[in-house]
């Protein structure tokens, strides 16, 4: 087992703020980047949307509008896109899911955004606009290879927060994407968008509580994994540790949430299937040295061998080098053969 590291330039712009990278394996071999590409710094992702495309195991990347390629189906902003599911169902149809979240409005539709019992926060970058949430989940699908799509939307009251870049396809064809935000009860929970019938079928089912942003993956066949960032032991303000949940029929009813000894300073995680086996959990290292980080689990997702954390990237810099305002975005990729 070779512990070889390739680390490639992907994306490199003055001025520009590129905010949360979204990467993924297509099944004829190109991989593909969406991000949200702003001249501020923008947490709530409404710049411009933008994929990138790489034919050669991800050496040169290219600005792409390729219909066919998912990050490229049709959304109503930018944020939708950025946090949705989109792929291709085993019938063939090409399925989109998630939470409209945030986006730009401006500021004279306020006492609008108001009146839906939306809610509206300050933009970053002026007086004329606002900042929308929509507690609103989504599906969208198409029969046509793209050519024309269907949306049904149904608002969830009080579910304020947005869908997350985390989903997983189940072995049976599930679909299962996260979802957090505050409920009416003022708590901080982890959902499930649950889609099944290729994509036909949508259920939003209550995963645990606390929790934000998560990540699902099947260890086994039905039995799914989910870590969700917490505050819980905080070290101050800098994040506390990742809680893990399970579900043993393929998301429909989750254990109660347990601490892991996964310390992440305000990261949440993202998890994958090595080939061997192991499952790989990554997440942003956000205090000094800034950078990513790695931790392994031999048995499932059980436990996590903290002891051999691997830093894939330590050098995001230092709190005190940020300038106020983006200088310049780069975007990185890292491949382990």
């Known amino acids: 087992m070779s512990n070889e590291m390739n680390h490639s330039t992907v994306f490199r712009e003055q001025g520009v703020y590129g905010a949360f990278p979204i990467l993924n394996h297509l099944p004829d071999g190109r991989l593909t ?47 939708e896109r950025s946090d949705r599911f989109a792929g291709v169902m085993p019938d063939g149809s090409y399925v989109c899911a998630g939470k409209i979240g945030s986006e730009s409005w401006p500021i004279s539709r306020t006492a609008e955004a108001q009146e839906r019992g939306f809610r509206a926060q300050e933009h970053p970058q002026g007086d004329d606009r606002v900042i929308v949430d929509q507690p609103t989940l989504f599906v969208q699908w198409s029969t046509d290879r793209g050519q024309t799509w269907q949306r049904t939307e149904w608002d969830a009251p009080g579910l304020w927060g947005n869908g997350f870049s985390r989903p997983t396809v189940l072995h049976d064809g599930t ?28 259920r939003l089912r209550r995963v645990g509580s606390p929790g934000d942003e998560s990540a699902f993956l099947e260890v086994e066949p039905g039995r799914v994994l989910c870590l969700s960032r917490t505050i819980y032991g905080a070290k101050d303000e800098s994040g506390g540790y990742l809680v893990q949940m399970w579900s043993e029929d393929g998301g429909l009813t989750w254990s109660e949430a347990l601490a892991t000894n996964v310390w992440t300073p305000n990261s949440p995680p993202h998890l994958i299937m090595l080939r061997d086996g192991r499952v790989l959990l990554s997440y942003g290292y956000r205090i000094e040295p800034m950078g990513i980080r790695a931790v392994f689990s031999n048995d499932g997702g059980q436990t996590w061998d903290v002891d051999n954390t691997v830093a894939l990237r330590d050098d995001g810099g230092y709190v005190g080098e940020l300038p106020p305002q983006p200088t310049a975005t780069v975007l990185y990729v890292i491949f382990s053969k």
Do not use: M, Q
């Not at 040169?60 to 959304?75: S, V």
């Open 175 to 202: 679909v299962l994407e996260p979802v957090y935000g505050t409920s009416t009860d003022g708590v901080r929970r982890v959902y499930v968008w649950r889609g099944t019938d290729c994509g036909r079928t949508w």
């Open 33 to 79: 980047i969406g991000f949200s590409r702003s001249t501020f710094r923008d947490h709530s992702a409404v710049g411009e949307w933008t994929v990138l495309v790489s034919s050669d195991e991800g050496d040169t990347w290219n600005k792409t509008d390729d219909p066919t390629i998912p990050a490229n189906w049709p959304g109503c902003n930018t944020r």
